[in-house]
């Protein structure tokens, strides 16, 4: 399947107003939330069959499940995630986010269905077992080398586009966005660079124990999906703790002014 952090990119030219953005990106990476660590382990227990494409991958998911999915992530992110996050980020990075607003809530919902569908789709012509690999056969399970059918290309084609189409918008939204005077919180920077350490060690030790989990010899497409998959959940995983720890000194330091 394509990398899921590339899904965004398929909402860019959707993100204006009456549309809410952070809902539209919610909604485009919902369907494959399943898939994390250690949610993709929690829901293989309880959730019997292949969950993650009768569930979250077919079209009339996009309508309910994903779109609620989407909006739990948001509340997380709004009340949990973001200040934190913010604090962590580079002070250019972060002079420059928009200010927090309070979008209606019928548009939210209705961005997060759009970013869903976005998601659907494009993995529709992608996944081994979308909707359209599936009905037109002849067309994307077409061999263009022993080892690689059209799908599969453009699963890896898709990703890399949509890696570069983000890349792109987000330099060009940083040199065209005026930064605020406002500095908000922010962590020291010896601790930024601790946290960015401890994220980049703690992705790559997820991708070893991904790789070393696996008896037998790995393919390169089975290797890179591992490393992929480890370094997501290695890295969401230190940030989890950093979030963690800041929300405790926070705290801490409320209740030592009290």
Same mark, same amino acid.
């Given at each position: ?58 079209? /009339?998911? %996009? ?5 609620? *999915?989407?909006?739990?992530?948001? +509340?997380?992110?709004? #009340? &949990? !995630? ?16 928009p200010s927090s607003a309070s979008p209606s809530l019928p548009w939210t919902v209705v961005s997060a269905i ?30 263009? /080398?022993? %080892? ?5 290309? *453009?699963?890896?084609?898709?990703? +890399?586009?949509?890696? #570069? &189409? !983000? ?8 040199r065209r966005t005026t930064p605020s005077d406002t500095p908000g919180d922010r962590v020291p920077s010896w ?26 010899d790995l393919s390169g497409e089975t290797a890179i999906r591992l490393v992929l998959s480890g370094l997501v ?5 230190? *940030? ?10 926070? !705290? ?7």
């Open positions: 399947m394509p990398f899921t952090l590339a899904h965004p990119a398929a909402v860019l030219p959707l993100a204006r107003r009456p549309l809410v953005a952070s809902a539209l990106v919610a909604g485009a990476v919902a369907p494959d939330l399943l898939y994390v660590d250690p949610i993709y382990r929690l829901a293989t227990q309880y959730i019997s069959g292949n969950f993650t494409l009768t569930l979250t991958h077919e079209f /009339t998911s %996009a309508v309910w499940l994903d779109p609620l *999915l989407a909006l739990l992530m948001l +509340v997380v992110f709004n #009340l &949990v !995630l973001k200040r934190p996050l913010i604090a962590l980020a580079p002070a250019g990075f972060a002079a420059r986010l759009i970013g869903a569908v976005t998601h659907v789709v494009w993995d529709s012509f992608t996944h081994g077992d979308g909707f359209f690999v599936r009905h037109f056969p002849g067309v994307f399970r077409a061999a263009v /080398t022993p %080892a690689w059918d059209v799908n599969r290309i *453009l699963q890896y084609v898709s990703t +890399v586009g949509g890696c #570069l &189409v !983000l890349a792109i918008w987000l330099y060009r939204w940083y601790l930024r660079y601790v946290v960015i350490a401890a994220v980049t060690l703690l992705a790559v030790t997820g991708a070893v124990v991904e790789l070393a989990r696996v008896d037998g959940s290695g890295g969401l995983a230190t *940030l989890a703790w950093y979030v963690v720890l800041w929300h405790l000194a926070r !705290l801490r330091r409320r209740t030592v002014t009290l």
